[in-house]
């Protein structure tokens, strides 16, 4: 049976982002931009110069991709980096106007919203173009490098969250949190996790016969992560936390996939403590050898997440039909059902977490049963396809707003 086209149907839309467009925004900007050109849509992305999200990169290494000039703009001092924030919406909204004169028939402004940025919602709201904002950042929240124009910044957020037809959150923790920072006056909102699309997460058994005989995995119960090895993602915490107890798990094995600032510290722990047989450390790897990495696993850990975020990572686990273990954010608890599509522990406890990779690992049966379902899960309900039919009706009601 043939899948529903969008209803109504949209012309073209044009999407606006201020990132690099790397990493897990990429992920994003790709997702909602493949789902949308699927249905037939036209999509047209404008960004920061060199900010192509379709330019993928032959390694995970997303701090490395940035070019030159974007290296120098993040190393000003903060009041003349957030000048420069300001300030880009003079070229963005030079851009934006040549595009829309050009392109009459543009039925939505999406955009993916950034601190400073005003000018798309002013100019979509003086042509009567309607522009959804999908929001993953705000003022409101705690930032590892503090706002110097803390007011200004949150003047500038006020208005646009109020002036824009419609916001997406990336879940109702943040949505929520908004909305409260705000005095509740802010446009409709819908909550739209993020996803992962199965065609792009069906790893054959070919590729995981391969991947567990390349790295001596044959025979072991595999516990996987993948991603940036950085201080608040904690994979490093959760290694020396496990390590003393490895020996004594001699079914279990540790996949760890990336790199980042705690690589090396981590790696010279495993070496120095023996541990290279049951905690194997890839590195960087090239995209292609991502499905056969993924199909090794039969679980996955995700030590740490934002408190408000969606994470990616944990919605193309469960795509892979790979169980995760993760913590119990409330973002996390609006997607993952205990025991079901994936298991939670409490937030921060990492020894909790060992505990419980330690104990799922005995039961092979049980990490088949919640993979299979957490794969459906996705299938049903968190494509990316499901995310642009929300999108397409929320326009709908917001539009003439």
Known sequence: MNKPAVQPPLRRVLYHHRTQGKAVEGVHIRGITDALRAEGVTVDIISLPGADPYASPK????????RPWMKWVTSLPEPLFELAELG???VAGWRIREYLNAHRDVDLIYERYSLYMFVAVMIARARRIPVILEINDSTTVYRVRPLFFQRL???????????????????GAFRDHVTKAHGGKIAPTIV?????NIDKFSPTPEQRAAARAKWKLEG?????????????HAIDQFVYRIADRLKA???LKLLLVGDGATFPVVQEFVQKHGLQDQVVMTGRVSHDEVPGLLAAMDMAVLPSAGDYTSPVKLFEFMACGI?????????????LKEDETGWMFKAGDLESAVQMVLRR????DNLRRVGQAARAYIARERQWRNNILQLVDFRERVKGR
């Open 192 to 196: 739209s996790h993020n996803a992962a």
């Open 153 to 171: 910044a949150t003047m500038i957020e006020r208005w646009v969250f109020r002036n824009a037809n419609g916001l997406v959150f990336v879940s």
């Open 220 to 232: 072991s119960v595999v516990c996987g992560y993948l991603g940036a090895f950085v201080p608040w």
């Open 323 to 335: 169980p995760p273990v993760a913590p119990d954010f409330v973002p996390i608890r609006e997607v």
């Open 59 to 66: 390694a995970l290494s997303p701090t490395k991709q940035a």
């Open 361 to 364: 690992s005995q039961d092979s």
């Open 249 to 251: 798990n001699p079914q």
């Open 88 to 90: 880009y919406n003079a």
